[in-house]
């Protein structure tokens, strides 16, 4: 398969494309970091609830 032929500028060939795969990296960027952001506000809230809930059903079964 050839991806660009012989002889051509292949700087040419690109037009717009690499410039379009540039912005759309960025945008997925900002859609990861967006979803990390919630993901890590979420956390944020439940942790506490989640550790005491923890620490209260181990203690009835903690063999001393």
């Known amino acids: 398969m ?4 012989g002889g051509v500028d292949t700087e040419g060939m690109q037009g717009d494309g690499a410039v379009s795969l ?11 970091a967006t979803a990390g952001a919630l993901l890590l506000i979420s956390a944020r809230r439940s942790y506490p609830r989640d550790v005491a809930t923890a620490i209260a059903s181990e203690a009835p079964t903690a063999r001393n």
């Open 22 to 32: 540039i912005r759309s990296l960025i945008v997925m960027l900002g859609v990861i």
């Open 2 to 5: 050839v991806l660009s032929p």
